[in-house]
């Protein structure tokens, strides 16, 4: 069964009945793969398109490549691997010899011997072993010859070139879903192009587009789960559709009627895979299921290992699941990361349920990040610190999961509370206040229930570290002053009554925030000094410093000058002697403070971006906002900057979800230069500048701030990074590897510069960036 490649049929397939979306740099890439390597393997999980893109790259095979023609050899159905090579002796459309094995396969090679030509084995899982075997025949007696496979794990064969073949790349969670955002996203795409296929006249609307947006998004952006979805358009809208995803198994059926049975649901695709599973790779597959969002081998060991599945087992069942492609792994951070996509983690959620050990393996999950969350505790104050804010970020989902859990058992409410306030620090460097106060105020009121309506009960102190936290949160959220007043005079009277000093010292810290948000920087500055000593006296030097920073910060902006400067340069000291960076991130803020006072805008511009760059990898948007006001303030004659940093302000203060529009004590300079840089510009200009501040992303913004547009023209410093990447070759995971980003991060980098300079594939992108360097691609 040859083809003429030339035409972009295969085999007398025909055309493709749908279009193939979003895979324009996939099917370039396979295509230079081809070039070069004798077999090319097409991995990655059931329903993500690895069968349509061969196709594709297929019949865009050309016959200067293939001469003799493209063969497709499609092994779905088979099981029994003597069957093999008659099956591909079928595809070349030659006689099976009538003896089973050996023979048929010698046939084959002597067919393909003399060939130029390109042979397609798709689906070959099941009979992996077997497909392995006859390929390394195939290619060892005919040298002219090419194979294109697609397989959920690779045939692992001397010279094979595996490509994963990721889901398409979704909308990001922090940008905006109107029209214009989602304009061009592959996933969203996907939806509405097989939607309006079963709906005439279906068109993204602004009201569906943020139902779409986190459709797919919760669909991982898998083709297959993506094409059922918009299948049910017919008789639900999208919003209708993403409510009942909740059981994405039963609603996403009814694929196409002469499809085979596991391409008809979601469920049947999903049993194939688990079919394929060996005993410990299932139960690894069900247990690991806990897990939200990613996790590493430590914590895999941790809570999913036992005498049933020990240490040993469990590393042979997850090379097993990651093989399979059930697994996904990255490397971050000098470490290994393994994830499962939602629909295949559901899978193996709804089998952990059936086996009657959810709880128990939930609750080695609670343990297991409760014991992560004391370690980053009492090593937050050193060189640890921005790796431990790094890697609890990343296991935010997995936090989550572990605080419902404690709400959801009654009697675990105080372990989710200890859980909820280790480290401190978390949800207000994370800019994650409304979060934060969400999982206290839940947890408190459970807890006050577990105790019988008695607040003291044992282990009080955990109980009253959570109120105080939540206070603070609120105070950092933007909540009326009469309202946190009289919430830390109830945790000041309980701390005094239990003889709680530590809490005590934090309740007069946030006294001094509040001192400070009235302009009252004497008071403040005695109740941070007072603070301060009891921490001393404690023996806790971090929040010590914390205190000294904040009494830096409040002489440097309304008190003493020489003050503010002694402490900066205390606080600089322990820093650099500890290796800590967040409080050295204030220091420097208080610093730009004091340029500012002293008028030098360029000092204060400097210190305050050199305070961003500390204080930006924890996320910290609070104290970053207050450095960008800082750097407004420092451009008053140049209007067109002061109002777009304006607009970034606005963006920053959104993020944290609070009532805040400036830090309190900011207020009123902020209001002035607003009505300044409005006058000197008018309306019209100030509200465009503005938006271009406003409707971005954060590292947009920020890029903007800090003056990071060097590099390629056109694009902003990150794009520029990723832009060079991708002409060095580099896969989205490998940039997301060498930048330290999410891998969907940087495949939206990528479609948002391809989208910025009109190009369709990374291919033209890579030789654009070369000629921007004068240099031959």
Same mark, same amino acid.
């Given at each position: 069964?040859?083809?003429?490649?030339?035409?972009?049929?295969?085999?007398?397939?025909?055309?493709?009945?749908?279009?193939?979306?979003?895979?324009?740099?996939?099917?370039?890439?396979?295509?230079?793969?081809?070039?070069?390597?004798?077999?090319?393997?097409?991995?990655?999980?059931?329903?993500?398109?690895?069968?349509?893109?061969?196709?594709?790259?297929?019949?865009?095979?050309?016959?200067?490549?293939?001469?003799?023609?493209?063969?497709?050899?499609?092994?779905?159905?088979?099981?029994?691997?003597?069957?093999?090579?008659?099956?591909?002796?079928?595809?070349?459309?030659?006689?099976?010899?009538?003896?089973?094995?050996?023979?048929?396969?010698?046939?084959?090679?002597?067919?393909?011997?003399?060939?130029?030509?390109?042979?397609?084995?798709?689906?070959?899982?099941?009979?992996?072993?077997?497909?392995?075997?006859?390929?390394?025949?195939?290619?060892?007696?005919?040298?002219?010859?090419?194979?294109?496979?697609?397989?959920?794990?690779?045939?692992?064969?001397?010279?094979?070139?595996?490509?994963?073949?990721?889901?398409?790349?979704?909308?990001?969670?922090?940008?905006?879903?109107?029209?214009?955002?989602?304009?061009?996203?592959?996933?969203?795409?996907?939806?509405?192009?097989?939607?309006?296929?079963?709906?005439?006249?279906?068109?993204?609307?602004?009201?569906?587009?943020?139902?779409?947006?986190?459709?797919?998004?919760?669909?991982?952006?898998?083709?297959?789960?993506?094409?059922?979805?918009?299948?049910?358009?017919?008789?639900?809208?999208?919003?209708?559709?993403?409510?009942?995803?909740?059981?994405?198994?039963?609603?996403?059926?009814?694929?196409?009627?002469?499809?085979?049975?596991?391409?008809?649901?979601?469920?049947?695709?999903?049993? +194939?895979?688990?079919?394929?599973?060996?005993?410990?790779?299932?139960?690894?597959?069900?247990?690991?299921?806990?897990?939200?969002?990613?996790?590493?081998?430590?914590?895999?060991?941790?809570?999913?290992?036992?005498?049933?599945?020990?240490?040993?087992?469990?590393?042979?069942?997850?090379?097993?699941?990651?093989?399979?492609?059930?697994?996904?792994?990255?490397?971050?951070?000098?470490?290994?990361?393994?994830?499962?996509?939602?629909?295949?983690?559901?899978?193996?959620?709804?089998?952990?349920?059936?086996?009657?050990?959810?709880?128990?393996?939930?609750?080695?999950?609670?343990?297991?990040?409760?014991?992560?969350?004391?370690?980053?505790?009492?090593?937050?104050?050193?060189?640890?610190?921005?790796?431990?804010?790094?890697?609890?970020?990343?296991?935010?989902?997995?936090?989550?999961?572990?605080?419902?859990?404690?709400?959801?058992?009654?009697?675990?409410?105080?372990?989710?509370?200890?859980?909820?306030?280790?480290?401190?620090?978390?949800?207000?460097?994370?800019?994650?206040?409304?979060?934060?106060?969400? +999982?206290?105020?839940?947890?408190?009121?459970?807890?006050?229930?577990?105790?019988?309506?008695?607040?003291?009960?044992?282990?009080?102190?955990?109980?009253?570290?959570?109120?105080?936290?939540?206070?603070?949160?609120?105070?950092?959220?933007?909540?009326?002053?009469?309202?946190?007043?009289?919430?830390?005079?109830?945790?000041?009277?309980?701390?005094?009554?239990?003889?709680?000093?530590?809490?005590?010292?934090?309740?007069?810290?946030?006294?001094?925030?509040?001192?400070?948000?009235?302009?009252?920087?004497?008071?403040?500055?005695?109740?941070?000094?007072?603070?301060?000593?009891?921490?001393?006296?404690?023996?806790?030097?971090?929040?010590?410093?914390?205190?000294?920073?904040?009494?830096?910060?409040?002489?440097?902006?309304?008190?003493?000058?020489?003050?503010?400067?002694?402490?900066?340069? =205390?606080?600089?000291?322990?820093?650099?002697?500890?290796? =800590?960076?967040?409080?050295?991130?204030?220091?420097?803020?208080?610093?730009?403070?004091?340029?500012?006072?002293?008028?030098?805008?360029?000092?204060?511009?400097?210190?305050?971006?050199?305070?961003?760059?500390?204080?930006?990898?924890?996320?910290? +948007?609070?104290?970053?906002?207050?450095?960008?006001?800082?750097?407004?303030?420092?451009?008053?004659?140049?209007?067109?900057?002061?109002?777009?940093?304006?607009?970034?302000?606005?963006?920053? +203060?959104?993020?944290?979800?609070?009532?805040?529009?400036?830090?309190?004590?900011?207020?009123?300079?902020?209001?002035?230069?607003?009505?300044?840089?409005?006058?000197?510009?008018?309306?019209?200009?100030?509200?465009?500048?503005?938006?271009?501040?406003?409707?971005?992303?954060?590292?947009?913004?920020?890029?903007?701030?800090?003056?990071?547009?060097?590099?390629?023209?056109?694009?902003?410093?990150?794009?520029?990074?990723?832009?060079?990447?991708?002409?060095?070759?580099?896969?989205?995971?490998?940039?997301?590897?060498?930048?330290?980003?999410?891998?969907?991060?940087?495949?939206?980098?990528?479609?948002?510069?391809?989208?910025?300079?009109?190009?369709?594939?990374?291919?033209?992108?890579?030789?654009?960036?070369?000629?921007?360097?004068?240099?031959?691609?």
């Amino acid at each position: 069964m040859g083809t003429g490649a030339a035409t972009g049929t295969i085999a007398g397939l025909g055309g493709e009945l749908t279009p193939l979306i979003g895979r324009r740099a996939e099917t370039a890439r396979i295509a230079g793969l081809l070039s070069g390597a004798r077999l090319v393997t097409l991995t990655g999980p059931g329903g993500v398109g690895k069968t349509r893109l061969a196709l594709r790259a297929a019949a865009e095979a050309t016959r200067s490549v293939f001469p003799d023609g493209v063969y497709l050899a499609g092994l779905a159905d088979l099981r029994d691997p003597e069957l093999l090579a008659p099956s591909v002796l079928g595809a070349l459309d030659v006689a099976d010899p009538g003896r089973p094995g050996a023979d048929a396969a010698a046939v084959l090679a002597a067919r393909l011997r003399e060939r130029r030509a390109l042979l397609v084995l798709d689906n070959c899982e099941h009979v992996i072993d077997a497909c392995a075997r006859l390929t390394d025949t195939l290619l060892r007696a005919a040298p002219g010859l090419r194979v294109l496979a697609t397989s959920r794990q690779p045939l692992r064969i001397a010279g094979e070139q595996v490509f994963p073949v990721e889901p398409l790349p979704v909308p990001d969670a922090d940008a905006g879903h109107g029209l214009r955002a989602l304009n061009g996203n592959p996933a969203v795409a996907l939806f509405v192009d097989r939607a309006a296929a079963v709906l005439p006249g279906f068109a993204l609307t602004g009201s569906d587009a943020p139902a779409v947006a986190e459709l797919v998004r919760r669909l991982d952006g898998l083709p297959f789960a993506i094409e059922l979805a918009a299948g049910r358009v017919r008789s639900l809208t999208p919003q209708e559709i993403l409510k009942r995803l909740t059981d994405r198994f039963a609603l996403l059926t009814g694929g196409s009627s002469v499809a085979a049975d596991r391409q008809r649901t979601l469920r049947a695709l999903i049993d +194939w895979s688990h079919d394929l599973c060996t005993a410990p790779e299932r139960l690894l597959w069900a247990r690991a299921s806990v897990f939200r969002g990613g996790f590493d081998l430590e914590s895999l060991e941790r809570v999913c290992a036992d005498a049933e599945l020990p240490p040993a087992a469990l590393l042979d069942a997850l090379d097993g699941l990651v093989t399979r492609s059930i697994v996904n792994c990255r490397h971050v951070h000098g470490r290994s990361r393994y994830h499962m996509l939602e629909t295949v983690r559901e899978y193996g959620h709804q089998r952990l349920a059936a086996s009657g050990s959810l709880d128990t393996l939930r609750g080695r999950h609670r343990d297991r990040y409760a014991e992560l969350t004391a370690r980053a505790g009492q090593e937050w104050f050193g060189p640890r610190q921005v790796d431990w804010f790094t890697r609890l970020r990343q296991d935010h989902p997995n936090l989550r999961a572990a605080l419902e859990f404690c709400l959801e058992r009654p009697g675990h409410a105080r372990a989710g509370l200890a859980l909820a306030v280790s480290p401190r620090h978390y949800w207000m460097t994370a800019g994650l206040l409304s979060e934060g106060r969400h +999982w206290l105020s839940r947890l408190l009121a459970a807890d006050a229930q577990d105790d019988g309506g008695d607040p003291a009960g044992p282990d009080a102190t955990v109980r009253l570290q959570a109120q105080v936290t939540d206070t603070y949160l609120g105070i950092l959220n933007g909540d009326p002053e009469a309202d946190v007043g009289h919430a830390l005079a109830a945790c000041e009277a309980a701390a005094g009554h239990g003889g709680h000093r530590r809490e005590s010292a934090w309740v007069r810290h946030h006294h001094g925030i509040l001192a400070v948000w009235r302009g009252d920087f004497a008071n403040a500055a005695e109740l941070f000094a007072r603070a301060r000593t009891e921490f001393r006296e404690l023996g806790c030097p971090d929040a010590a410093l914390e205190c000294r920073v904040k009494f830096a910060i409040a002489h440097a902006y309304g008190g003493e000058a020489a003050a503010a400067a002694e402490a900066c340069d =205390e606080v600089e000291a322990a820093a650099l002697a500890h290796g =800590e960076s967040w409080l050295h991130g204030m220091a420097l803020l208080a610093r730009a403070l004091l340029a500012l006072r002293a008028g030098e805008p360029a000092g204060a511009t400097a210190r305050a971006g050199a305070a961003i760059a500390r204080l930006r990898p924890f996320q910290d +948007w609070w104290d970053v906002a207050m450095c960008v006001e800082v750097i407004a303030w420092s451009t008053r004659d140049a209007p067109r900057r002061a109002a777009r940093l304006l607009g970034v302000l606005h963006l920053l +203060w959104e993020s944290l979800g609070g009532r805040l529009g400036a830090a309190p004590f900011m207020r009123t300079q902020h209001l002035r230069l607003d009505a300044d840089v409005r006058e000197a510009l008018g309306a019209a200009a100030f509200d465009r500048e503005f938006r271009r501040g406003a409707r971005t992303t954060v590292d947009e913004a920020l890029a903007y701030v800090l003056d990071e547009t060097a590099g390629v023209p056109g694009l902003t410093k990150r794009e520029s990074q990723v832009a060079e990447l991708v002409a060095e070759g580099l896969t989205n995971k490998d940039i997301a590897a060498r930048l330290t980003i999410a891998q969907r991060t940087a495949e939206n980098h990528v479609e948002r510069i391809l989208g910025k300079l009109g190009f369709t594939s990374r291919t033209q992108l890579a030789v654009w960036t070369y000629e921007q360097r004068g240099e031959l691609p």
